[in-house]
């Protein structure tokens, strides 16, 4: 009984007992209505409680259902080798509320947007989560019951990120992993190790970023800004998306920006301009690196969206908001001065109040629409 109150399930019939004269059906698809014999007539509302009710589940194990010459259904018993026109499911029936979909704002948590989601069967991969909104997103993964792993270059601030969720509750099941997006070797040692687990993998956030570094080579060779935001996002996506197509359904978050909408890609002639997502130093200005790369986020995201949604992995791509205060500004003074005059306008992390869009908004390029679909 306590599974079945847990399910919403208890609400039987014993107190909204029947006047006499009706008697409760239901139609084959589930629907509950109400017929008087009396009257010779039938209505959706119970006759005293005036509530809807709808069938909450299919029919028992060994039941079908079938219809008789005259265009009635009823049902049979398989098992025990009996029909009735009772319709099994009534037993358990719950009432038809409506359901108002969720509304959303800047003022939302996180956690509020998982509010009711159960995802202790989910496997979830953070880059970045020591800090900012990955650890907030790895936290109220955890706190709803997921195995977060938190994917980051520094695992002492790592274990620091890990220790402060489980002290928040002791259960959570919340783990680091070393990964730096800055070389291809450790993507590849992270995916190895990863895969070697066996584990599956439901939700992979490429959250990690830099913002205003100054230009400097990754030990690959490539413009630092340009690889750790969204190069070594791909490559992992890459090494992982056998394990994403044996765990769907299963989803990839690409945390873009709003800044993407300050850059090209293109030379003057409109044609895709390679050269530009890593140039050498006199050509290269941090916060335009930053820019492109939260481009190639969306173009990328989009396009895996499209190769890998037939196999049940979905990809998206988000702006999590205006500046807000976290450590990404900490590269340039000018940044940090902006932030902070912001900070008192923006979503906050201290007060933990902003809304990680895990129905996540699809963010088109090309066509530089903004369309929002929560899938939760
Ligand atoms: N804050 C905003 O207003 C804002 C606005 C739009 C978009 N975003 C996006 O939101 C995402 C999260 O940023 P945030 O604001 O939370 O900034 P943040 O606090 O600075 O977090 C960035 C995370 O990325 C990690 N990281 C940096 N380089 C890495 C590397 N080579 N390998 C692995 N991890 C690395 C950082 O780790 P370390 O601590 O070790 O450096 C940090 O944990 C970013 O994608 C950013 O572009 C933020």
Request: with cysteine; hydrophobic share 40%; net charge neutral.
């Amino acid at each position: 009984m306590t599974a079945l109150k847990y399910a919403g399930m208890d609400d039987t019939d014993s107190e909204d007992e029947l006047p006499p004269g009706w008697e409760e059906r239901s139609t084959k698809d589930g629907w509950v209505y109400y017929a008087n014999h009396e009257e010779m007539k039938t209505q959706w509302e119970h006759p005293k409680t005036g509530k809807k009710k709808r069938c909450a589940g299919a029919l028992p194990y060994g039941w079908e259902q079938e219809t008789d010459d005259k265009g009635q259904i009823f049902y049979s018993d398989h098992i025990n080798k009996r029909t009735t026109y009772f319709d099994p499911r009534q037993a358990f029936t719950i009432e038809d509320m409506q359901v108002k979909p969720k509304r959303y704002d800047g003022n939302t948590t996180a956690l509020e947007v998982l509010h009711d989601c159960d995802l202790s069967d989910k496997v979830v991969v953070i880059t970045g989560a020591n800090s900012g909104i990955g650890f907030e997103t790895a936290r109220s993964f955890a706190l709803h019951g997921a195995h977060v792993i938190i994917a980051c270059r520094n695992q002492s601030r790592a274990m620091k990120a890990v220790s402060l969720i489980t002290e928040e509750w002791r259960k959570a099941r919340v783990e680091a992993m070393t990964l730096d997006l800055a070389s291809l070797r450790s993507v590849r040692e992270f995916a190895e190790i990863f895969k070697a687990r066996k584990l599956p993998l439901h939700i992979l956030v490429c959250n990690a970023a830099v913002c205003t570094q100054p230009w400097n080579l990754t030990e690959d060779g490539l413009e630092t800004t340009f690889q750790i935001c969204h190069l070594g996002h791909f490559y992992l996506v890459e090494l992982l998306q056998d394990v994403l197509r044996h765990s769907a359904p299963a989803r990839v978050v690409v945390v873009s920006s709003e800044s993407h909408r300050f850059t090209d890609l293109v030379d003057s002639c409109g044609k895709v301009e390679l050269k530009l997502l890593s140039p050498p130093q006199k050509e290269y200005w941090s916060m335009l690196a930053y820019n492109r790369a939260k481009l190639c986020n969306i173009l990328f995201s989009n396009e895996l969206h499209r190769r890998m949604s037939p196999h049940g992995v979905t990809c998206n791509a988000l702006h999590p908001g205006n500046m807000m205060y976290t450590s990404i500004h900490r590269s340039w003074w000018l940044m940090t001065l902006l932030f902070t005059f912001a900070r008192p306008f923006t979503k906050s992390m201290v007060r933990r109040v902003f809304v990680v869009v895990f129905g996540f908004s699809n963010l088109s390029a090309i066509h530089l629409t903004n369309h929002l679909q929560i899938t939760f």
